[in-house]
Nanobody
Framework: QGQLVESGGGSVQAGGSLRLSCAASGVMFTISCLAWFRQAPEKAREVVATIAINGRTTHAESVKGRFTISRDNNKSTLYLQMNSLKPEDTAMYYC????????????????RGQGTQVTVSS
């Protein structure tokens, strides 16, 4: 059974940085599309970034230029480097994986972690 475990969340002031990690086990990491989602209180879950098997990345417009998704296949670990954080980035951040090509919807990701909280104060 695949498992994803996030870490690296915390509380920072606006303008600060955090690096989230997601350790995978039981997931065919090297042949999986990987993603970061987030969900703020009383808001819908949204895709923050994705990274395909070939390394191609996508980032939500709201985080472009500030966040960077990356993967280390040797360590089966996914990362999200978050710089210039804003209060509106406050949310629970989840990592997700799906074997093969990146799905068109977040609901198609079959492997998901429990989340790590990010809180940005002004």
């Amino acid at each position: 059974q695949g498992q994803l475990v996030e870490s690296g969340g915390g509380s920072v002031q606006a303008g600060g940085s955090l690096r989230l990690s997601c350790a995978a086990s039981g997931v065919m990491f090297t042949i999986s599309c990987l993603a970061w989602f987030r969900q703020a209180p009383e808001k819908a879950r949204e895709v923050v970034a994705t990274i395909a098997i070939n390394g191609r990345t996508t980032h939500a417009e709201s985080v472009k230029g500030r966040f960077t998704i990356s993967r280390d296949n040797n360590k089966s670990t996914l990362y999200l480097q978050m710089n210039s954080l804003k209060p509106e980035d406050t949310a629970m951040y989840y990592c997700a994986a799906e074997h093969g090509n990146c799905p068109s919807t977040m609901h198609a990701f079959n492997f998901r972690g429990q989340g790590t909280q990010v809180t940005v104060s002004s």
